[in-house]
């Protein structure tokens, strides 16, 4: 293919019309969508369409995504508009959704690669939805990065592996979500995933009941089995070195890598464990442990980047499976060709402010057979027989250790309401509780134990979050809080509401746990939540 000069158009309403023109006249443009790059033509054009393919390198057996603006461009590529795609597209257009169904004649064989059908999303990036309008044909766009390597999410990214091959790039700035979108094919009894993206399994569950994942999202494919989506059988998104994923608890993962290492590896890790890998030179992070949304959106632009690196091999962190998290797991783990080694057992983390029932979640995990390690009462313990959080303790908190060892209660008294002697008090006392909890999830692990509740106040604030596999917190209205906490702790209303109101809001939790339990219910329902939410993360 002969060099092009490609165009850097900006995101105003000039480059947006002059990508319209471009795509109009058969042209291949790179535009932004909320999950990565598309390298965008008319679908309806098969030399344009053909020019995609050819600058790609793309397999002519994988067939593309068609992208609208507008559901009245549906008739003109479905034969038929069934009442659950419009059930999703009402949900999650414009948006990261993909469906699959039986192609009109119209569409030519090439975008759908000889399928009897074809994909179709609405995108939700206002520039993408701008273009399309303005091309006034649907645009058929893969992701638009060189085939095998990471999806672009960055207009760099695009140039990197298309410069001089394609007529522009749409400079849109990073992506939001960073992962490409899911593909659930509407054909068969049930939908059926055939690509995990930022609309979940739950979120399809929601709108259209069961609904079912294929087997090439979670395992490699055997010789001879051929995968609905023709795109999920080609090695992709690998960095030149190979990638072996380490899939448990961080803090289980990165000690476990951190044993590993060897001169010339790469390490991607999470930020918050970067500390374990302070000494050695390839390191690349992609978000913090708990933010699935950050690791999706950082996840590609750190593969690519490794191929800057002189690593022999890379050592992954993997990440949680839940919610979006399925998506970003399954490029990881496609990045790695399914190299993956599972370390740990599973441990749920489970917080919430005062009051909410956090306890009822553990004793109910306990009749389920789960372990339970009780934060508070490790504390109690360490402060009774380690000599050496006394030590520490007494050298800041003097007044507070008496010859009998420390008064937890006047300890509590003294940091409540001054943040600064409270953050000495944890930045001393953390780090033993760390300590001890890791030993106990370990001996239990020997012990044959299947899982782990693991009840920590301060889940997230004491680093504790890290050892876990999932965390969840139960929250609740807060006067039934103040309710339960009267009766408990035998202190008055006014002093209940002092207590929550030092605690984070209901927002801290949100954006930070796997899931949230809300205890507002019958006790009989929430235990039925908490039933459900045990059996799902205790596996
Ligand atoms: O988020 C996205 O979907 C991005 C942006 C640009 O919209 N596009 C994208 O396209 O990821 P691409 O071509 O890189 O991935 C399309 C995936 C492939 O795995 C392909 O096999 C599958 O969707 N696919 C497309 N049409 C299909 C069909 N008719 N039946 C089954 N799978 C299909
Ligand atoms: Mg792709």
Redesign the pocket.
């Known amino acids: 293919m002969s060099a092009v000069n490609t165009l850097r158009l900006q995101p105003d309403a000039q480059g947006a019309a002059r990508a319209g023109e471009i795509l109009h006249a058969g042209g291949v443009v790179a535009i932004p969508?909320e999950?990565?790059?598309?390298l965008a033509a008319s679908a309806l054009d098969e030399n344009a369409v053909a020019r995609v393919f050819a600058a790609k390198g793309r397999p002519s057996d994988?067939?593309?995504?068609v992208?609208i603006s507008d559901l009245s461009q549906l008739s003109q590529l479905w034969e038929s508009v069934p009442e659950r795609a419009l059930t999703l597209a009402r949900a999650f257009w414009p948006g990261?959704l993909?469906m699959?169904l039986p192609k009109t004649p119209a569409v030519p064989a090439c975008v759908?690669a000889g399928?009897s059908?074809?994909?179709v999303?609405m995108?939700a990036h206002p520039l993408a939805l701008d273009v399309i309008r303005r091309a006034g044909v649907p645009l058929a766009?893969?992701?638009?990065n060189a085939s095998g390597r990471p999806?672009p999410t960055t207009a760099a990214d695009v140039l990197q592996d298309m410069d001089g091959r394609i007529d522009a790039v749409l400079d849109g700035g990073p992506c939001a979500v960073g992962v490409?979108?899911t593909?659930v094919?509407l054909t068969g009894e049930h939908p059926r995933i055939?690509?995990p993206?930022a609309v979940t399994l739950e979120m399809i569950e929601e709108a259209l009941g069961v609904t079912e994942v294929d087997e090439a999202v979670i395992r490699p494919l055997g010789s001879g089995e051929r995968p609905?989506?023709?795109?999920?059988k080609y090695r992709h998104y690998a960095p030149k070195a190979p990638v072996t994923v380490f899939d448990g608890a961080p803090s289980r993962t990165a000690a476990h890598i951190a044993g590993l290492l060897q001169p010339g590896d790469g390490v991607l890790c999470f930020d918050d464990c970067k500390e374990w890998f302070s000494d050695i030179p390839n390191v690349l992070c992609y978000g913090p442990s708990w933010n699935i949304g950050e690791q999706g959106r950082r996840l590609f632009s750190a593969l690519r980047a490794f191929d800057e690196l002189p690593c022999t091999r890379i050592l992954a962190q993997g990440c949680r499976p839940w919610g979006e998290g399925a998506a970003v797991r399954n490029r990881l783990h496609k990045s790695a060709g399914f190299n993956v080694v599972p370390l740990g057992l599973p441990v749920l983390g489970v917080t919430g402010r005062s009051g909410c029932g956090k306890s009822l979640l553990t004793r109910l995990a306990v009749e389920m057979g789960f372990d339970a390690i009780d934060a508070d009462a490790v504390y109690a313990e360490l402060l009774q027989n380690s000599a050496d959080m006394r030590g520490a303790l007494a050298a800041r908190f003097p007044d507070e250790a008496g010859p009998d060892g420390i008064d937890r209660r006047a300890l509590a008294r003294r940091v409540f309401g001054d943040e600064a002697a409270r953050q000495d008090l944890n930045a001393i006392t953390h780090p033993f509780v760390l300590r001890e909890i890791d030993a106990r999830i370990a001996q239990a692990g020997t012990k044959g134990a299947r899982a782990i509740v693991l009840d920590v106040p301060l889940l997230f604030e004491s680093g504790l979050d890290r050892a876990c596999t999932a965390t969840c917190a139960v929250l609740s209205p807060e006067e039934l809080s103040v309710g339960r906490i009267v009766e408990r702790d035998g202190i008055s209303p006014e002093q209940a509401r002092a207590r929550l109101r030092a605690q984070p809001g209901d927002d801290y939790y949100f954006s930070r746990c796997d899931v949230v339990l809300i205890n507002d219910a019958p006790r009989e329902d929430f235990l039925k939540k908490a039933r459900f939410c045990l059996q799902k993360y205790g596996r």
Not at 35 to 38: F, R
Not at 62 to 65: S, V
Not at 141 to 144: F, L, M, R, V
């Open positions: 969508t999950t990565v790059y598309g994988n067939p593309l995504i992208h990261p993909t699959v759908s399928l059908t074809v994909g999303r995108p766009a893969p992701s638009a999806s490409e979108s593909v094919d055939l690509r993206g609905r989506a023709p795109g999920m």
